[in-house]
């Protein structure tokens, strides 16, 4: 890991805070730029070096905009490379690359309402937090109340539990509740609530609030779609409901159902061979019908960059200058890519399965 020379999209570390069980906040510094520019609830592509290759990630930003360094919050993950490799070996004054901030989950592109209620589960709490903390500390921004509400195995589980408190005694327009899935009851007290969070518990937060509030939610995928059908259950207005995908969903194109997408992204339609050429490196080989495009250029050694994976961060954005791809989501909906660009043949990698013989750059 670099520590001399610094490079000038490279971000260096300067401390670490352990966070909660296997949960480790990290603080860079841009050692060129100072401060980097983001809006509250987004993420950031970085890249670290391990066993002499380059691997991406994206992870939250859980600081504020006009803190002097940026925080990550990462935990340690079963068979995960990256972040285990950070937990472990990522030393103060190391450097790591940088390469862009995305994510159009965040609270200055989905602006609040009166009243919001935060919900989030596990690491989800990371952009959320930085979200709340941004709301607090600019009261220009109207809001009255805020509800944060996360959920974590036990009290050891939750990431930012002695901030949140703190957060909580210093602002009286904020409460923190806590739902515990394994705390014994009788260990249970003031915040905490033994059990996992459900439609009982969610009606309870928002009734006196539920037209006149914003939501903004964040966890794992099954956690999420619970929430999502509770709220419908009482009748919340989807308009005013914000979410974070951090594990892979398809959001199928019209013409396609849920499983015959999925299928598709797994095992590729199984019919032609069609070629994938990029000129500029020298890239050109025969693949399968259905195959994903950002695995064709990377496992050919063309330098794409491949953070998120699920069409969520940008970061593998090219362009098709001939031929055609079959895309498993939008990212035009999902506000990474503009009509413009699609228009213009940019697509994003991760999410473009090999469809026709296609030529790509990455301008």
């Known amino acids: 890991m670099q520590k001399d020379n610094p490079n000038p999209d490279g971000l260096t570390l300067v401390r670490t805070v352990d966070e909660a069980v296997d949960t480790?906040?990290?603080?860079?510094?841009?050692?060129?730029?100072?401060?980097?520019?983001?809006?509250?609830?987004?993420?950031?592509?970085?890249?670290?070096?391990?066993?002499?290759?380059?691997?991406?990630?994206?992870?939250?930003?859980?600081?504020?905009?006009?803190?002097?360094?940026?925080?990550?919050?990462?935990?340690?993950?079963e068979g995960g490379l990256v972040s285990n490799w950070m937990m472990d070996e990522l030393e103060v004054h190391d450097q790591i690359s940088m390469h862009s901030v995305a994510g159009a989950f965040?609270?200055?592109?989905?602006?609040?309402?009166?009243h919001i209620v935060f919900i989030s589960a596990g690491c989800g709490v990371t952009p959320v937090m930085s979200m709340a903390k941004y709301i607090l500390s600019h009261k220009e921004t109207g809001v009255q109340s805020i509800q944060f509400i996360h959920c974590a195995r036990n009290r050891?589980?939750?990431?930012?539990?002695?901030?949140i408190l703190?957060?909580?005694?210093?602002?009286?327009?904020?409460?923190?509740?806590?739902?515990?899935?394994?705390?014994?009851?009788?260990?249970?007290?003031?915040?905490?609530?033994?059990?996992?969070?459900?439609?009982a518990f969610l009606h309870s937060h928002l009734k006196d609030i539920v037209t006149i509030c914003s939501v903004y939610l964040c966890g794992p995928m099954e956690f999420m779609e619970m929430v999502k059908?509770?709220?419908?259950?009482?009748?919340?207005?989807?308009a005013r409901l914000f979410y974070e995908n951090f594990t892979f969903t398809c959001e199928v194109l019209p013409g396609l159902d849920a499983s015959s997408?999925?299928?598709?992204?797994?095992?590729?339609?199984?019919g032609s061979a069609y070629r994938v050429t990029a000129p500029d490196f020298g890239f050109d080989?025969?693949?399968?019908?259905?195959?994903?495009?950002?695995?064709?250029l990377q496992n050919g050694g063309v330098p794409i960059i491949g953070a998120c994976r699920v069409g969520l961060c940008g970061a593998c954005k090219c362009k098709v200058e001939s031929g055609d791809v079959q895309l498993t989501t939008d990212p035009v909906a999902s506000g990474i890519l503009t009509q413009a660009d699609r228009e213009e043949g940019?697509?994003?990698?991760?999410?473009?399965?090999?469809?026709?013989?296609?030529?790509?750059?990455?301008?």
């Not at 957060?167 to 905490?192: M, N, R, V, W």
């Not at 059908?229 to 989807?238: C, G, K, M, N, V």
């Not at 080989?285 to 064709?296: H, P, Q």
């Not at 994003?348 to 026709?356: E, G, N, W």
């Open 229 to 238: 059908a509770e709220l419908r259950e009482i009748h919340f207005d989807p």
């Open 106 to 114: 965040n609270i200055i592109d989905q602006p609040p309402a009166e």
């Open 285 to 296: 080989e025969e693949v399968e019908e259905g195959e994903i495009l950002l695995d064709v």
């Open 24 to 77: 480790k906040s990290f603080f860079f510094r841009h050692p060129v730029t100072g401060k980097i520019r983001f809006k509250p609830g987004q993420f950031i592509n970085i890249g670290v070096q391990i066993d002499d290759k380059l691997h991406y990630r994206s992870y939250s930003i859980s600081s504020l905009p006009e803190d002097e360094l940026i925080q990550l919050t990462i935990k340690r993950v």
């Open 156 to 163: 050891e589980n939750i990431i930012y539990h002695d901030e």
């Open 261 to 270: 997408a999925q299928e598709t992204v797994e095992k590729g339609y199984g």
């Open 166 to 199: 703190s957060l909580e005694k210093d602002h009286p327009d904020f409460s923190a509740f806590f739902y515990l899935s394994a705390a014994p009851a009788d260990q249970i007290a003031s915040s905490y609530r033994a059990g996992r969070l459900n439609g």
């Open 346 to 363: 940019y697509t994003l990698a991760c999410v473009s399965l090999i469809a026709d013989d296609v030529q790509v750059s990455l301008k």
